[in-house]
């Protein structure tokens, strides 16, 4: 019993050690041109994420394009919401370009919400990093929506 108990305590140290670790893109090309997410009806919920890092945050070294993407939530309970290049929890954008020139993101109907995040860091640091968002766009649209737009913004 006594070895179990140190396997399962050292699977679940490793477990928490992955997680405290999680974040982190480097070195990376990601290209996502003309990218399309949409969800419609009940719940709707579209979330799209295109070079994003959860937890740690950190994007480092790395050329992130999604020209032309676009996400939309359109009916009931209705929730679009966009992520380019963001460095989350943590936050750090350093010598990345960012690329969302004509990005869309949408969200329709009763109290639909909008959210439109580029290049963006969480909890501080955005060194070197150039942000191009021309003609990128947030819309909520419908009795009671919001639309938040969110570009270059360290929080």
């Not at 996400?71 to 929890?89: L, M, R, Y």
């Not at 419908?142 to 570009?151: L, P, T, Y």
């Amino acid at each position: 019993m006594k070895a179990f108990t140190t396997v399962a305590l050292l699977a679940a140290l490793s477990l928490t050690s992955m997680v405290s670790m999680a974040g982190e893109i480097r070195d990376t090309d990601i290209w996502a041109n003309d990218a399309k997410n949409e969800a419609t009806g009940e719940n709707s919920k579209a979330l799209q994420h295109i070079g994003v890092a959860f937890g740690n945050g950190k994007i480092q070294d790395s050329y992130i394009d999604a020209s032309k993407a676009k996400n939309k939530a359109s009916g009931k309970n209705a929730v679009a919401h966009q992520d380019i290049g963001v460095a989350d929890s943590g936050g750090k954008l350093q010598r990345v370009n960012v690329y969302a020139a004509n990005a869309k993101n949408e969200a329709t109907g009763k109290d639909s919400v909008a959210v439109q995040q580029i290049g963006k860091a969480t909890f501080g640091t955005i060194k070197d990093v150039s942000i191009y968002a021309d003609n990128a766009t947030n819309k909520a649209s419908g009795k009671g929506s919001k639309a938040e737009q969110k570009i270059g913004v360290v929080e």
